[in-house]
């Protein structure tokens, strides 16, 4: 293909999707779809529009930023940038977002450049994205830094390879069939709980979080950033307290979105010591994606990650009977996570690899 130099410009936050200033916005989560659909096959991997638009619209907690590139009228590529705003963040986080038909014409190259630009811009000293891949062997594999895991190459990982990206660690994403027989849900829930014991005790809610629980939520949210498995990913320690998980939550609903928590309290001290939480679109019969499954260090060995994820899924079949499967990411080396979800009924459906540079 002919190299060009597309015209980079910034992605209009509108104030609604019906303004007149959305159109970019909307294409922005179209592409996304799209390029979901054409590399793994699996369009719903990436937020509608209407998700997307809140957690845009405040930030209080994170920024995004994003760039539309053009030859002429057309828009031919897009890339979305991620900033958390903790004091110690070093990163930014982004999405290059290139179709297949216009790949390979320096597009992609333009804004990479212009991610890495952005990242000075904002005094971030490490840039990070992910790379989706089918679950295939190819001629060429690539193998993490964890050593865990292995995807095919792929033109994106060429790309930020040959930019001096490294391959940190590679996820897992997997699919459950809500719609399955939930015996073993039951069966793997009783054990669980009848091993944790007394001393763990199971609480569940649709969000919003009831007042009472939302500092012990915010405990445990924030723990997913440094508890749960990252290789050797640069993130940064997220504060949470009873108020953001306020604004989490008004951000989530505002898109129409629904969840259900389910979380395990340890008894002699009231804490939330794990969770899972379970979230589907305003279209009630699409994929729903887990956000978050974590225990913490202090309490791991007792089954709780199972307690949790078991009890949602019952309930979930049971909020949401037109949902037809839960997607969900892991990392490679998560082996306690992987074991329960493989002996529920997961299967892997595709492969993500995490890329870092630092500058």
Request: glycine share 6%; aromatic share 6%; hydrophobic share 45%.
């Amino acid at each position: 293909m002919t190299i060009v130099e597309p015209t980079i410009t910034p992605l209009i936050v509108p104030v609604s999707l019906d303004a007149e200033n959305a159109a970019d916005f909307r294409a922005c989560a179209a592409l996304n779809r799209q390029i979901c659909d054409e590399l793994v096959g699996l369009p719903d991997l990436a937020p509608d529009a209407e998700e997307m638009l809140p957690g845009w619209q405040d930030e209080t907690d994170a920024l995004h930023r994003g760039f539309v590139a053009r030859i002429g009228d057309e828009i031919v590529g897009m890339i979305t940038l991620y900033l958390a705003l903790e004091a110690e963040a070093h990163a930014i986080e982004f999405d290059l977002l290139v179709p297949r038909a216009h790949w390979g014409r320096g597009i992609e190259n333009a804004l990479l450049a212009r991610a890495e630009a952005e990242a000075r811009t904002h005094g971030r000293n490490v840039l990070q994205t992910w790379s989706m891949h089918r679950p295939m062997e190819a001629e060429r594999m690539l193998v993490p830094r964890t050593g865990w895991g292995r995807v095919p190459a792929t033109p994106l990982s060429d790309l930020v390879e040959s930019d001096g990206y490294v391959l940190e660690q590679v996820e897992r994403n997997s699919e459950y069939d809500l719609h399955g027989d939930p015996e073993p849900l039951r069966e793997a829930l009783t054990a669980a709980t009848a091993f944790a014991g007394a001393d763990y005790r199971l609480v569940e809610w649709d969000m919003p979080t009831p007042p009472e629980l939302r500092a012990g939520f915010a405990a445990v949210l924030a723990r997913l950033s440094t508890d749960a498995p990252s290789g050797d990913m640069d993130f940064a320690e997220e504060s949470w307290d009873a108020d953001r998980v306020v604004r989490r939550e008004a951000r989530i609903l505002s898109a129409g979105q629904a969840v259900s928590v389910a979380a395990v309290q340890h008894v002699p001290t009231g804490e939330l010591v794990a969770y899972n939480e379970l979230v589907i679109a305003a279209d009630r019969t699409g994929v729903t994606d887990q956000y978050g499954t974590l225990v913490s260090k202090d309490h791991r060995g007792h089954r709780l990650g199972t307690i949790v994820k078991c009890a949602n899924l019952l309930r979930w079949r049971e909020l949401m009977p037109r949902a037809t499967v839960v997607s969900t990411f892991n990392a490679e080396e998560n082996r306690p996570m992987l074991s329960i979800n493989e002996a529920i009924g997961f299967v892997p459906v595709s492969y993500a690899g995490a890329w870092q540079k630092k500058i």
